[in-house]
């Protein structure tokens, strides 16, 4: 008998051991279990609540100064068709926090209506829906633009059986994504987005048409496979009815047939690209004008008749006169292209993502530029977002 | 009396059943998988913030980790001995000692009480008051009255002469403060037949917990240790001897030199006996009621000869004694020998807020959201085995709860079990003085004043705090910065609310209960079957 009550309490031990296992584990194939995203949900409201009794204290000042913004932020059509030019930046300090962008803001004298950040597919706490960052620049008055770049490698195989095994995954990736293999992800993404009460600018699956960077690239995928995977987001988007999600194709135009790769007007909001000048670091770059990387391209993007968006935005120092180089820029952009509605800076001090060594886009330390940067921008975006 | 004189029957845990063992394999196992769990997600090289903190944070938390298995270990081994009946014609002897400054009242009725205990025995007082009255008391309950005045080694010196003096088999060393029931040795003696076994220990109860917010919170943190706890050393054959209330055989206090020494003469003596080869059994039955500390000054006193003591089992008694016990008897040892370890750990839980708080250092680079997330099941079950266990309680009725004001004085202790754990180290020695009987005034700064200090700092902290973040940090370095600041307040914010419990002993203590509890205590009414 007693050996019996022994087996009988090992055996005891060890099946709730497995089935804690198991628990644990399917708890957490359903993205990060309901514990997670409810500790996320108050993390969030305890930051809205922070700033709303700063604002009460008479301390939300950035928000003040984008109330002109507000009509945008309440209505994701007219975020559509942008009567004015929407300054925006990325900063390197991001997604650890917001200072850059307010040290950026106060150099050049303006506060900038939207603020981006890159977020990446995947199984990982911070490849979710970012809520906490979107409700942060939503706190301080701006609208998010999220690049959304689709690695499918970052899923565990073993939490997502039905999906290819992560080393053949990303050959037809695209394909894959179409088919809904991961709607699981995407819908879920779409439905905390849906609950997001302000509109953002979604830029998913960036430079699809370069083949030596990201793995949703025509290295992996048809173009007919990108359009398909693209169309096939916006659709789920649609069902759980995130209306206030504005879609922003962004091909590098500095490849060719980038235009092949559009979507189709049902799909897309807003067109982009990148003008980042690199100089002459590299074996395959010199050092390009404005004009040059984005002039040449403007009007083909120009007849998509969507609203044009310069997503990166900025040159390295090396190789020619920086300062001529925006002053133009921005002079240009006032006269010449009056499609682009949004530009936005790329302010990363360390950036390696293109180039194996780090590179260096911020120039908040030259006065001589960042004043010529500042007046370029004050005639840019008159009236709105004009003196502080 | 009349209202309390359910206090006063006899009881005992309830037996132990296959289905209840069930029921904890199966919360161990969950508990298992939710420390691996938690453990995994807790060493991560992205969570190290600052290294060598990192490693201090890591020490005092998986330290308190370990000390919640060391405790499912423990309970996975619950046993209650079968009953045995006292064979008649054994020859026994009680044995309990007077020091100057105890009440003369209480020892009237303790030795009324020892008189009534039906089982045939003698009594012993070992007196060093060179006080004539004690002796006046001894005589009026024909208890045997031995003068051993100026003895050294406190209360284990004189029952080590006392046992020069005296030829009987086995021995009660008992407690002045504690009343036993008439069928105290019936329950305990019948287990003696087993040759090999060298001491029976019962449980310790009290009868003055109500008396104050320190007896009760003190009483709390013993519950638990004299059902289960006890139960489950019982069943890993390391039941130990707990001072009071303790029945040894002579032969096996002989053959290890008599009765252990010093601030942790109990344990010594345990350990001692176990290695060896003597066993032990615990009987988690309530037949006595004594006295726990009233006020928080007493407390702390009892408590610093604790901490100080205990370690001397880890120090000098298992790397003796290893290679002669079992291995679970080893693991229970080094169990209790570093309960105190708490005093070392808890000041950095208490600092490293406020070092994030005020100077942005962070020793591990996790999210709050996140450690809740794995620590949340962890504690969750830890609770349930803690709530489950209750069930072998001594005296479930009186007995069960969350024990808060035990958890509460617990952290306020932590002065003084970091200085017991620094002496031990030290190895600098403290007097033996026994535990106060009766409530002592105490001076209310005098008590609490690292409490006041704590929450001294944390209001200014707070205040800083909200006045910083409203009016000072920048916007864009606030939005995504809530998160880590008030979870670190959080942090801060628990110990603040527990040190609560010792503010309130302390304000308590300068106006201790009046009159001895036992001035209440009918002799003649102790003992019985519950009704």
């Known amino acids: 008998m007693k050996r019996r009550y022994r087996l009988a309490v090992v055996a005891t031990a060890l099946a709730s051991f497995a089935g804690g296992v198991w ?15 409810l500790l996320e949900r108050m993390g969030s409201a305890v930051g809205s609540l922070e700033h709303r009794l700063r604002g009460g204290a008479g301390r939300g000042e950035r928000s003040q100064r984008l109330r002109w913004l507000e009509p945008y932020r309440r209505d994701a059509s007219r975020l559509r068709h942008p009567q004015e030019l929407l300054l925006g930046a990325y900063d390197g300090g991001i997604p650890a926090t917001l200072e850059g962008i307010e040290r950026l803001e106060q150099t050049l004298g303006t506060t900038l209506p939207l603020i981006q950040f890159y977020t990446a597919w995947g199984d990982k706490p911070d490849q979710q829906f970012p809520l906490v960052m979107v409700n942060a620049i939503a706190n301080l008055g701006s609208i998010p633009v999220i690049t959304w770049e689709p690695w499918l490698s970052d899923f565990e195989s073993s939490r997502h059986p039905h999906i290819a095994l992560r080393d053949v995954r990303e050959s037809h990736g695209m394909a894959s994504v179409a088919r809904g293999d991961y709607d699981f992800y995407v819908d879920a993404w779409a439905q905390a987005a849906s609950r997001f009460p302000h509109p953002l600018l979604l830029r998913f699956g960036h430079e699809m048409n370069d083949a030596y960077r990201y793995p949703w690239g025509p290295q992996n995928n048809t173009k007919e496979e990108y359009i398909a995977a693209w169309r096939h987001v916006v659709e789920r988007f649609r069902l759980a009815q995130a209306d206030n999600v504005i879609w922003v194709w962004s091909p590098h135009v500095a490849y060719q047939y980038w235009e092949q790769y559009y979507p189709g007007s049902a799909y897309v909001d807003w067109v982009a690209t990148g003008v980042l000048n690199f100089g002459p670091i590299a074996q395959w770059s010199k050092w390009w004008t404005f004009a040059e990387i984005f002039g040449t391209k403007y009007p083909e993007l120009a007849r998509f008749g969507k609203p044009i968006m310069i997503a990166e935005f900025g040159s390295l120092a090396v190789g020619g006169d920086r300062t001529a180089w925006y002053t133009a820029a921005l002079a240009a952009l006032r006269t010449k292209y009056p499609a682009v509605a949004s530009l936005l800076f790329f302010n990363v001090a360390e950036d390696q993502t293109v180039t194996y060594q780090k590179v260096d886009w911020t120039f908040l330390a030259d006065s001589i530029l960042t004043r010529a940067v500042a007046t370029g921008i004050r005639e840019l975006t008159h009236p709105p977002s004009a003196p502080r | 009396m009349a209202e309390n004189a359910e206090l ?22 969950l508990g298992a998988v939710s420390l691996i769990r938690l453990a995994d997600w807790w060493f991560r090289p992205a969570h190290v913030g600052q290294p060598i903190l990192f490693v201090a944070l890591s020490l005092a938390f998986w330290y308190g980790m370990s000390r919640i298995v060391l405790g499912w270990i423990n309970y996975a081994a619950i046993t209650r001995p079968m009953d045995r009946a006292a064979p008649s014609g054994l020859s026994v002897a009680i044995f309990t000692t007077s020091a100057p400054g105890e009440p003369l009242a209480m020892f009237e009725k303790t030795l009324a ?12 007082l070992l007196d060093d008051t060179r006080d004539p009255r004690y002796r006046d008391v001894a005589d009026r309950h024909s208890a045997k009255w031995v003068e051993l005045a100026g003895i050294p080694g406190a209360k284990a010196g004189k ?51 109500e008396r104050s917010f320190t007896a009760r919170g003190a009483a709390e943190q013993t519950y638990a240790f004299y059902g289960p706890g006890q139960m489950g050393l019982q069943g890993h054959g390391a039941a130990v001897a707990i001072g009071a209330n303790c029945t040894f055989r002579r032969s096996a206090l002989t053959s290890i030199g008599g009765h252990g020494v010093g601030l942790a003469e109990d344990l010594v003596t345990a350990i001692r006996l176990h290695g060896a080869g003597w066993r032990s059994v615990y009987l988690p039955e309530v037949v006595s009621r004594g006295l726990v500390p009233e006020d928080l000054g007493s407390f702390y006193k009892q408590q610093l000869k604790w901490s ?14 290893f290679g002669r016990l079992r291995w679970r008897q080893r693991l229970s040892y080094l169990t209790i020998g570093t309960y105190y370890g708490f005093g070392i750990t808890m000041p950095i839980f208490l600092l490293f807020p406020y070092l994030y708080l005020w100077a942005g250092i962070q020793p591990a680079a996790m999210r709050f959201g996140e450690f809740v997330g794995y620590a949340a099941p962890v504690g969750v079950i830890g609770v349930a085995i803690y709530l489950y266990v209750q069930r072998w309680l001594a005296d479930p009725a009186r007995e069960r709860g969350l024990h808060w004001r035990g958890l509460m004085l617990k952290m306020a202790s932590w002065p003084v079990y970091l200085a017991g754990s620094v002496l031990a180290v030290v190895r600098a020695e403290i007097p033996y003085i026994p535990t106060a009987k009766e409530a002592v005034r105490g001076r209310f700064l005098r008590l609490c004043w690292p409490q006041l200090a704590q929450v001294g700092v944390y209001a200014v902290t707070l205040g800083w705090i909200v006045y910083r973040r409203l009016w000072r940090t920048a916007e864009g370095a606030l939005a995504l910065s809530s998160e880590a600041v008030w979870g670190m307040v959080f942090f801060a914010t628990l110990p603040v609310l527990l040190s609560g419990g010792a503010i309130y002993a302390a304000w308590q203590a300068r106006t201790p209960a009046a009159g001895g509890p036992w001035d209440v205590v009918d002799p003649d009414s102790l003992g019985g079957s519950v009704s």
């Open chain 1, 23 to 37: 628990l644990l584990t399917t708890f957490n194939t359903r993205s990060e279990g309901p514990l997670a995203s």
């Open chain 2, 8 to 29: 006063w029957r006899h009881r005992r845990a309830r037996a132990v059943r296959i289905r209840d063992r069930l029921v904890l394999s199966a919360l161990g196992g």
């Open chain 2, 113 to 124: 009480a020892c008189a009534r205990i039906r089982y045939p025995h003698r009594t012993y």
């Open chain 2, 159 to 209: 029952i080590n002469r006392a046992l020069e003096l005296t030829t009987e088999d086995y021995i009660l060393v008992l407690d002045p403060d504690h009343l036993p029931f008439p069928e105290m040795l019936e329950r305990v003696l019948g287990h003696f037949a087993d040759s090999t076994v060298g001491f029976v220990q019962v449980a310790q109860a009290y009868y003055n917990q």
């Open chain 2, 308 to 321: 100080r003591g205990v370690y001397e089992v880890v120090f000098a008694e298992l790397p003796r004694l």
